[in-house]
C-alpha cells in the first residue's frame, strides 16, 4: 500500500481543543471520531464522548462546481490561522458592489480603513505571535508535504505552548519545528527530527531541547516510533514494488518478537529490511541508494542488516 493511500486509509484523528486528547480509562493517546461524531479509543474501545458536534456541511457535493453551488458561507474555522479564519477581509480593489469604481474621496476613505482593520488583526502581542507562528507553520508544513491532520495537531500544540507561556524568551521558530515533529509522532506520520531539521534554520540541538520542553511542560505520552512507519516512505522513494513493501513489513514483524528492534533507530532498521526484501524479492538496491534515502550511514544500513540476517534463516549471505 503506497503512503496516500495508507493515509486516506486512516480514521479521522484529527483533535480539536475542546476534546481531550487522552483516554481518562487507558492513558492512550490514539482516539478515533467515527462516522457518527463519536470520540472513541482505539486502544480499550471507551467511547469518551457521543455528543461532538459536526461543523460539516449538511450536503454532498461531487464536482468543484457543485460545491461552489451550494456553499452558503466561507471556509471552516482552523486552528492554522492565528485569528481561525473567522476575520473579514476588505477587498484590495476599489470598486463598489455593482463593480462601478469609487471616486478620489472613497478610496482614500477605503485605504484608511483597510489600514486600520489590518492593524487591528494583530493588535495584541499574543495575536501578532500567533500571525508569525501560523506562517512558519504553514511553510514549514508544506516543504515537508505534511497533510492537514498534522497542520491542525501541529497548531494546536503551539498553542496550547503559547497558553503556556513556553514561548516568551524562546525562538518562534524552534517551538514551531517542535510541535510540528510532535504532531508526526502523535499522527504516526513518518518524519524524523533530522526531515524537520532540513527545513529550518534551528540547530539540531535546539530542535530536540525544544521538543524535549514541550512534551515535558505540556504532558504530552509521545507514542514510540516504529519501523513499520518508515517502510511505505522509503519503499515508494526507491521505486519498490508491493511484495517487496509486504516482505520487509513481514521481517520487521519477526525482528519485533525476538525483541532485534528494541533499543535501535528505526530508520535503519526499516532501511535494513528493506534491503533484505530487495534482495529476496529480485529488486537489489544498494547500500547506498537506501542509506540515501534513510537518511543514515551505509555503515549503519550495513551493522543492521547482519544482525537481522544472523538471527532469521532468510535466504542470503551475511
Known amino acids: 500500500m503506497s503512503e496516500n493511500n495508507r493515509r486516506k486509509a486512516q480514521p479521522d484523528t484529527t483533535p480539536s481543543e475542546d476534546e481531550p486528547q487522552t483516554c481518562p480509562n487507558c492513558g492512550s493517546n490514539h482516539l478515533i471520531m467515527t462516522s457518527s461524531r463519536e470520540l472513541v479509543c482505539s486502544n480499550c474501545g471507551l467511547v469518551i464522548s457521543d455528543d461532538v458536534l459536526d461543523f460539516g456541511a449538511e450536503w454532498r457535493e461531487f464536482s468543484p462546481e457543485e460545491r461552489d453551488k451550494r456553499a452558503r458561507a466561507g471556509p471552516p474555522s482552523t486552528l492554522t490561522m492565528h ?19 469609487l471616486d478620489a474621496h472613497r478610496r482614500a476613505e477605503m485605504q484608511r480603513i483597510r489600514k486600520w482593520h489590518n492593524r487591528s488583526r494583530v493588535y495584541q502581542a499574543s495575536e501578532r505571535n500567533l500571525a508569525s507562528a501560523m506562517s512558519e507553520l504553514d511553510r514549514l508544513s508544506g516543504q515537508l508535504d505534511l497533510p492537514q491532520r498534522v497542520r491542525q495537531s501541529a497548531a494546536l500544540l503551539y498553542r496550547r505552548a503559547l497558553d503556556k507561556n513556553l514561548i516568551r524568551g524562546r525562538s518562534i521558530e524552534a517551538i514551531v519545528a517542535a510541535c510540528v515533529y510532535a504532531a508526526c509522532r502523535f499522527t504516526s506520520f513518518p518524519r524524523t527530527l533530522a526531515d524537520v531539521g532540513r527545513y529550518t534554520r534551528v540547530g539540531r ?38 511484495r517487496t513493501h ?8 519477526k525482528a519485533r518478537t525476538k525483541g532485534i528492534t528494541s533499543g535501535k533507530d528505526p530508520t535503519c532498521i526499516a ?8 534482495i529476496l524479492e529480485g529488486e537489489r538496491r544498494t547500500q547506498r541508494e537506501i542509506s540515501e534515502v534513510a537518511g543514515v550511514t551505509e555503515v549503519t544500513v550495513r551493522n543492521r542488516y547482519k544482525e537481522l540476517v544472523r538471527a532469521f534463516d532468510l535466504g542470503v549471505e551475511v
Not at 535546539?206 to 514541550?214: F, M, N, T
Not at 514510540?224 to 518508515?230: A, K, N, S
Open 83 to 101: 485569528d481561525r479564519g473567522l476575520s473579514t477581509t476588505i477587498d484590495w480593489r476599489d470598486v463598489d458592489a455593482r463593480g462601478h469604481k
Open 205 to 242: 540541538k535546539e530542535l530536540g531541547r525544544s521538543y524535549r520542553l514541550i512534551v515535558r511542560r505540556l504532558g504530552l505520552q509521545m507514542p514510540i516510533t516504529q519501523p513499520e512507519d518508515f517502510v511505505s516512505r522509503y519503499t515508494n522513494a526507491l521505486k519498490l514494488s508491493q
Open 246 to 253: 509486504a516482505r520487509a513489513l513481514d521481517i520487521l514483524m
Open 271 to 278: 532501511a535494513a529490511a528493506i534491503y533484505i526484501a530487495s
